[in-house]
């Protein structure tokens, strides 16, 4: 345990940060401040899908499920990374892609699929990122997945209307991560936990998280 790798996967949330086109300003002002009262204290603006978060049902489906609606153990599962860095701008992600490691995957577990594109996190050529084809969704709904993350904006296009994963991974309760980080630290040929919990808000249709991998161990001596 004391050498098990820890990966944070997370963007760390600070004002002006990016985000969805139309979403809510991100700031971080000082409420309180050393200099002027009894402690530090800072008010946070922003939205549930600001940074790196996780989306419920609810954030595409009226009667979907909440965030709340989830136990804490649902945010927390092994997984798999599938290599994508070969994807190129607004390029969807096609069953074929994902093919090669589905044989590892066993139902309830997590699928990571790792572009690389989170190094263009803050420029405008982060928008045009690759995005998952319905039928790219459709089959990883019916291997079982518990959740889907990806190291981009958005599971579908950001630069025109077209919303098919989305309603394919949350219309079977297939959790949403978006806008992970580092993700270039984790090997395609290991297994990881994640753990992609968000900040416990009541009945929202997501929420920002710290997510974490960890490398699982093997047994014998430690790279």
Known sequence: MKNMKIIDLTHPIRSGMMSYPGDPEIKLTEALTHEKDYCHVDLLHFGSHTGTHIDAPYHFLKDGKRI????????IGNGIVIDLQHKKAKEAILPEDLQPL????RRGDFVVLQTGWYRK???????????????????????GISIIAVDFLNVDPTRWEQWEAHPVFLSNDVLIVENL?????????????????????QDSDGGP?????????TGGDDE
Not at 124 to 142: F, K, M, R, T
């Open 209 to 217: 998280i710290r997510a974490v991998a960890a490398e699982k161990q």
């Open 181 to 201: 980080n580092n993700t270039l630290e984790l090997r395609p040929e290991k297994q990881y936990d994640f753990f992609f919990a968000p900040i416990s808000l």
């Open 102 to 105: 589905l044989g590892q995957l």
């Open 68 to 75: 709340s609606d989830f136990p804490v153990s649902r945010f």
């Open 121 to 143: 996190f803050g420029r405008p050529e982060y928008l045009d990122h690759p995005y998952i084809s319905g039928a790219a969704a459709q089959l990883l709904v019916d291997r």
